[in-house]
């Protein structure tokens, strides 16, 4: 059965939410799962026994999270050997504007550059703000931003943003010529 590793980073827990549901259809499809959470310490299995990688990581503060950074380099070579997607968490996935969808794709790219890997698919996803998980500053600063990109948040503080049917497919157009 094919294998297909995906590895994630999350702070606030939506992309761990978001590989999870990527698991999920992945197995649903009758293919198997390396599931790995790289903010539980360096992972030692990588892509070698797998036949496709998805990689997942969110933006904070304009960045992506080291723990990913430093996987993807440790294991470049596997990782280039197979096919490949990027799933990349932001808020600014689910701007109204069209310039910062396109800064955030820059900042996707920049972060390839200097990992020296490019995914063979980028995949822009909508995140989520759980104002219960963030600090006053934190709060304030993301709900600023969420403002200034014309993003509506829920009232009650939890607001999801992921189009979870844009996730699956995703996942569909990923898996299918793995399948075939
Ligand atoms: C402190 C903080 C800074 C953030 N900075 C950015 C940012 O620079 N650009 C962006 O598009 N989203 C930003 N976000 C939104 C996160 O990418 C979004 O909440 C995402 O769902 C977080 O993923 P995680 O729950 O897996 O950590 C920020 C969120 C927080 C809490």
Redesign the pocket.
């Known amino acids: 059965m094919k294998r297909i590793l995906v590895a994630f ?8 939410k ?1 590989a999870h549901h990527i698991a999920r259809r992945i197995e649903d499809k009758g293919l198997a799962t390396r599931l790995i959470d790289l903010m539980k310490g360096p992972a030692d299995a990588g892509a070698d026994d797998c036949d496709a990688v998805i990689l997942a990581g ?6 992506h999270d080291q723990e990913l950074s430093h996987f993807i380099m440790r294991h470049a070579p596997a990782l280039r050997k197979v096919p490949s997607a990027f799933v990349c ?5 689910a701007s109204m504007h069209s310039h ?1 969808r396109a800064a ?1 794709d820059e900042l996707a790219q920049s972060f390839f550059y200097d990992i020296g890997w490019y995914p063979d698919q980028l995949e822009h996803v909508a ?3 759980r104002d219960k998980q ?1 600090n006053l500053l ?1 709060r304030y ?2 709900h600023t ?1 969420m403002y200034q990109k014309d993003i509506p948040s829920d009232p009650t503080g939890d607001t999801e943003l992921t189009d979870w049917t844009a996730v699956d497919a995703f996942v569909d157009g990923f898996v299918a010529p793995l399948k075939a």
Do not use: K, P
């Not at 969110?58 to 960045?63: F, K, L, P, V």
């Not at 968490?89 to 996935?93: N, R």
């Open positions: 980073a999350s702070r606030e827990g939506q992309t761990e978001i969110s933006i904070h503060r304009g960045r968490v932001s808020l600014s996935a910062d955030i995140g989520a703000v963030l934190e600063a993301v931003v």
